[in-house]
């Protein structure tokens, strides 16, 4: 075959054989009416290729030796043909002249062809690559003429796929494919920058990287804008340097090319990177029809083509879905990229890539419509047998607008009420500037803010309960519950008096008022108020998406108090669920808190741990390592470490909050004194009391001059206090302390508190030897959190210990036994069988039995007392059970008995220098042994 005639059918054979087998006769038949002979030839060729799937595997034309595979050509070795057309051929091929090792596509013209137009084609590709330095444009790495005479250009091997074949492929979404096409409009802007239209984009010159890079491929056509143009390309039948399918009607009428001849085959590029189809639907798929439609053919709408879509061409969407993710913005800006006047495309290929990211940002496009009577026009003149039912939609855009309207008076009256809010908000801080030279402390200020507030806002309700709900929030910060909640009872007297009140302000008013019965200890009634407004939740999810996680959040946390978990974990889901729709990734963080502690109080701590290390992971992944609500996750998990016996991680997250807290808030901030405080709490288990016992103190003096002194927050410092002075032995200041701190508790109302300040009350009365007043105070403390977190919970199992202890002591050993049984099962179903709390029970249940008849009961106590485990708490448990052990040996064996107990305490002393309850139980338990007086009582674990 001779080589103009090779020219004249390469192209149209690659075209042939992109088109399906159906589609091709009709071309063909069309063909033959132009040029019989063109035809018949392509025939043949299609036949042979149907015959023999290998047939177009080697070239049309003979090479020569020097371009066969393992041949070198220059300093280059060819490995392998990677493509050819009509002009020429793509090798693989490896640098062989030992310099150094590199895979690189080497570009060939065909050897014979002597048109002296490709040659110089040829060399204007490598010119024009020269200019190149874009990420996204294959490199020029060399060029070269062998010594043979033939031209080669090193590119930059790409090792990729086409881009609609790599997005169809990996599903990928709109916003994706938007991303990697705007990769392609840098490229061709950097190209038209150097004064180089590229001519023929299409897809095969668009490839993709595996790591998601795009690679433009293919100037061997290019054109630079400051020379003499090259003679126009042939069309119809003749040779054609560009690809119809992608050209630009002034490319087909053989017009100077410009910058927008590239943006218009950049938007068949997009049309089918969207759509999966060309922009045009042809009944004859012919070049003739082709450049008719190119010419004089109006593109179909992208929205409209994905609607005909096979469901396979539009994955990752429907058809349907796809629709309408194009109507609109993307179907204006593809319809702008290929119009066929160019001064009505868009000016540059940047311009293109700007429009693209406006959309994917949700911002105003360039490209708009046409004119509302020119697309009303059209509309009629495809719908005219629908007019009827344009009366229809008429009727339902005429009750949209009246819905607008009455949004657009609502929008003005929320806008009057922020600004009478605001104007309110700078009078009040204004005067109070002004009102005297004494400084007014916050809640002062919060004070006369309602005064002023309910009159300045007299005659607008609906800001009055924005104010009220404000300043409550303000006062559940200072932890002033009482004051929060009457504000939000005259809150709720005022929302029935506005029926239009937005439904924002009544969400956010259940979640308050939800917020302050639970801080009040009533979680009964938290639930009854809020459980009737979680149907408006679900119906605002969509406009309130925030809010209604803030609902459900609260919600959960007041069925956990009541122990309705399954309904605490489906809130807590959907909280999570809408968070994570809205990319709230600090209220992600707060969801994930309230899930580890539902899965505590499930009696689930390991589970909670996890839930709050992956929270903290995620949290700070996305916000970073110095995100406020890290210092309470930090915090929950320190006291979740130290439930379960892990003190040094305990330590070492308690620590890591107060440095948080201390570089967020400094030293006088709130966070930071309650993170010092918990780290001072495990001071008191490592036996450092001394230290503790400072802390404590400045963190109650900071509080004592904020708070009053009956405030729940000053209940936890006093109780902080009293552990402390009991672990020293002060016991009528442990006592006094205690008093106290239940006191004020019992005025919150909170039964959580209440149950932990009354069990350490009888606990250190008990150790007082003061039992009577210690029983009642113990029943108190186990039907308060049987009622909370259920009878079975692993608590409840502490305080049926503590109870069985007092008993014992008091001379009821049935009722003792029976409640230190109940204390073994619970505590070992629900911390363990290995745990402190768990050793404690069993402990105390052997010692009762021991000293009642039970002859396995001391072995049981011996083997209590194996001290192999490394964790300190552990150990005071293990080193009670020694005493214990010993104890029961004093009246017949004391010399030994006190033997033992002294090497009890020789073993505590390295480890509890400072010495604490334990110590001094077993100091009792020495004093006592022999001497015929009783032993005292047992120390129970606060």
Not at 249 to 263: A, K, L, S
Not at 684 to 697: H, Q, S, W, Y
Not at 733 to 760: D, H, P, T
Request: aromatic share 4%.
């Amino acid at each position: 075959m001779d080589i103009e005639r090779w020219q004249r059918l390469s192209p149209l054979l690659d075209a042939l054989l992109e088109l399906p087998a159906d589609q091709r006769e009709e071309h063909l038949r069309t063909l033959h009416d132009e040029d019989p002979a063109l035809a018949a030839e392509l025939a043949r060729l299609l036949t042979l290729d149907a015959g023999d799937a290998s047939f177009l595997d080697s070239p049309a034309m003979s090479l020569p030796a020097g371009a066969m595979a393992g041949v070198r050509l220059g300093p280059y070795r060819l490995e392998r043909l990677l493509g050819e057309g009509g002009m020429g051929q793509v090798w693989l091929a490896d640098r062989a002249d030992g310099m150094y090792e590199r895979k690189v596509a080497l570009k060939l013209l065909r050897p014979g062809l002597a048109n002296p137009q490709l040659r110089q084609r040829f060399d204007r590709e490598r010119d024009i690559l020269a200019r190149f330095a874009h990420p996204h444009i294959a490199r020029l790495l060399d060029a070269g003429i062998d010594h043979n005479g033939q031209p080669y250009l090193a590119l930059e091997y790409v090792e990729g796929e086409p881009i609609t074949s790599y997005c169809q492929s990996r599903q990928l979404d709109i916003p994706a494919r938007l991303d990697l096409f705007r990769q392609v409009c840098e490229a061709v802007s950097h190209a038209h920058a150097n004064l180089i239209v590229h001519r023929d984009l299409k897809p095969s010159n668009i490839l993709v990287t595996p790591a998601g890079q795009v690679r433009l491929l293919d100037f061997g056509i290019a054109k630079l804008l400051d020379v003499q143009p090259l003679p126009v390309e042939q069309t119809r039948t003749g040779v054609r340097a560009f690809t119809l399918h992608y050209a630009a009607p002034e490319q087909i009428r053989g017009e100077p090319v410009t910058t927008m001849t590239d943006v218009y085959s950049l938007g068949v590029v997009l049309y089918e990177l969207l759509t999966g189809s060309k922009p045009y639907r042809l009944k004859r798929q012919t070049d003739a029809e082709w450049e008719e439609a190119i010419l004089d053919g109006v593109p179909q709408r992208p929205s409209q083509a994905a609607l005909r879509a096979e469901p396979e061409a539009s994955r990752p969407y429907s058809p349907a879905r796809l629709a309408r993710e194009l109507a609109g913005d993307l179907d204006n800006i593809v319809l702008k990229a290929l119009a066929k006047c160019p001064t009505r495309r868009y000016v540059s290929a940047e311009a293109l890539s700007h429009d693209l990211l406006c959309y994917l940002r949700g911002r105003p496009v360039l490209a708009r419509g046409e004119s509302f009577g020119y697309r009303t026009r059209k509309y009629l003149q495809r719908h005219r047998w629908a007019i009827g039912t344009a009366a229809a939609i008429l009727a339902v855009l005429s009750a949209a607008l009246g819905v607008v309207g009455w949004q657009a008076q609502r929008a003005l009256r929320e806008a009057a009420r922020a600004q009478a809010m605001q104007r309110f908000v700078t009078e009040l801080f204004q005067d109070a500037g002004s009102s005297s030279n004494t400084p007014i402390d916050l809640r002062s200020l919060l004070d006369m803010g309602i005064l002023r507030g309910e009159r300045s806002l007299a005659r607008q309700p609906e800001a009055r309960a924005e104010l009220y709900g404000a300043v409550a929030q303000l006062r559940l910060g200072l932890g002033d519950y009482r004051e929060a909640h009457e504000l939000l009872e005259r809150q709720s007297r005022l929302l029935p008096l506005l029926p239009d009140a937005p439904a924002s302000l009544r969400l956010e008013a259940a979640t308050l008022n939800g917020n302050v019965f639970q801080q009040l200890g009533d979680p009964q009634i938290c639930t009854a108020r809020m459980q009737p407004l979680e149907a408006k939740a679900q119906q605002e999810e969509p406009r309130l998406p925030l809010q209604s996680a803030a609902f459900y959040a609260q919600l959960g946390r007041c069925r956990r108090e009541l122990g309705d978990f399954d309904a605490a974990r489906r809130l807590h889901a959907r909280a999570l669920e809408l968070r994570r729709r809205e990319k709230d990734e600090a209220g992600m963080a707060e969801t994930r808190l309230d899930m580890a502690n539902l899965q505590s109080a499930m009696g689930q701590p390991g589970e909670a741990i996890r839930t709050l290390m992956d929270g903290l992971a995620q949290l700070r992944r996305t916000l970073g390592a110095h995100h406020p609500q890290a210092i309470n996750m930090l915090r929950a998990l320190c006291s979740l470490e130290r439930a379960t016996d892990t003190l040094e991680a305990a330590i070492r997250d308690c620590r890591a909050s107060l440095r948080l807290a201390q570089e967020l808030h400094g030293s006088n901030h709130r966070a930071t004194v309650d993170a010092h405080r918990q780290l001072a709490a495990l001071y008191v288990d490592m036996g450092r009391f001394r230290e503790a016992e400072a802390i404590f103190v400045d963190t109650t003096a900071w509080m004592s001059s904020r708070l009053e002194p009956h405030h729940p927050d000053m209940a936890r410092a006093y109780n902080s206090l009293a552990v402390v002075a009991w672990e020293r032995g002060d016991i009528e200041r442990a006592v006094a302390y205690q008093q106290r701190a239940v006191e004020a508790w019992r005025k919150s109302g909170n039964a959580g508190l209440i149950a932990a300040g009354v069990f350490n009350l009888a606990m250190i009365l008990h150790d007082a030897g003061r039992d009577h007043e210690a029983l009642p105070l113990a029943r108190e403390a186990a039907a308060l959190r049987a009622r909370q977190y259920g009878a079975r919970h692993a608590l409840v199992g502490d305080d049926e210990r503590l109870l069985g202890e007092i008993l014992d002591a008091l001379g009821q050993p049935q009722a003792a036994q029976a409640a230190l049984e109940v204390a073994v099962r619970l505590t070992r179903a629900g911390f363990g069988p290995n745990h402190s709390h768990t050793r404690r029970a069993e402990i105390s249940l052997a010692r009762l039995q021991a000293r009642h008849g039970d002859a396995a009961a001391p072995a049981r106590l011996v083997a209590l007392g194996d001290t192999r485990s490394n964790d300190l708490e552990q150990r005071k448990a293990a080193w009670l059970a020694r005493a214990y052990a010993a104890d029961l040996q004093c009246r017949q064996r004391p010399h030994a008995a006190r033997l033992a107990l002294d090497g009890v305490l020789a073993d505590m002393r390295p480890l509890l220098p400072e010495g604490g309850a334990i110590p001094r139980e077993v100091q009792r338990l020495r004093d006592a042994c022999g001497s015929g007086r009783p032993a005292g009582a047992t120390i129970a674990r606060r």
